[in-house]
């Protein structure tokens, strides 16, 4: 089921994200035949997947660690809070992350995508793949999230594999049929997206509270942040 919420998050989340990494895809060289649009535009979102997933296995760890030192609850209570508020501002937060606070670490970066653009080789769609990857995105940000909760290399990397995953048919469909999706289409995917992230962002903080309910706030363990009792 944890696995399936962050599939979700990425593949409502996509309706977002092509605001985002859209432009880019469309960027993308164009290919001599149908077989080879195809091909290039999976190696690109393959590339993606592939960041995604080392990023998550990072956070993972890093979660790991706060919920070993006894912080299960707050971190928990505070990842809650971050998903509410990505879902709640999420245009706020882009601007927040991309323009302030990201936006100058990775301007180079940027400017490294833009030098594979005129290539078609195979190796330069994944490589603009796996840098789009690392481009700042709200709803990004908000599967990591599912990943720093997990606490693990290997569970972090499973959740953002399962977001990747999430956000491939949209992004695909987008890089095949750019004007398949009408205006109307991704407003709806939106407001479905906040939804589902508000939901998320309240069982995270009822977890975080510890309240004795069976399966959706148990009584989590100080140290290791696993349920005491499931019954």
Partial sequence: MEFVSTFLIGFLGSFHCIGMCGPIVLALPS??????LIVSRLIYNFGRIVTYAFLGGILGV?????????????????????????????????????KGIIEPLISPLK????????????????????????LPCGLVYAGLVKSVHSGTL???????????????????????LSNFLTLKARRIGNYIAQFWLIVLGVIF???GLSLGIPYISPILDSVLGVPQCCH
């Fill in 31 to 36: 290919s001599d035949s149908k077989t080879s």
């Fill in 154 to 176: 290997v569970y972090g990397s499973l959740h953002m594999l399962a977001f990747g995953l999430g956000t491939l048919p949209l992004m695909f469909a987008w890089g095949i």
């Fill in 205 to 207: 903080i009822l977890r």
């Fill in 62 to 98: 890093l979660g790991g660690k706060i919920i070993l030192s006894g912080y299960q609850e707050i971190l928990s209570i505070f990842l809650g809070v971050v998903l509410i508020a990505f879902a709640v501002f999420p245009y706020l937060l882009d601007k927040v992350f991309s």
């Fill in 111 to 134: 400017n490294f995508v833009s030098t594979f653009l005129a290539s078609k080789s195979k190796v330069a769609f994944f490589l603009i793949g796996i840098l789009n990857g690392y």
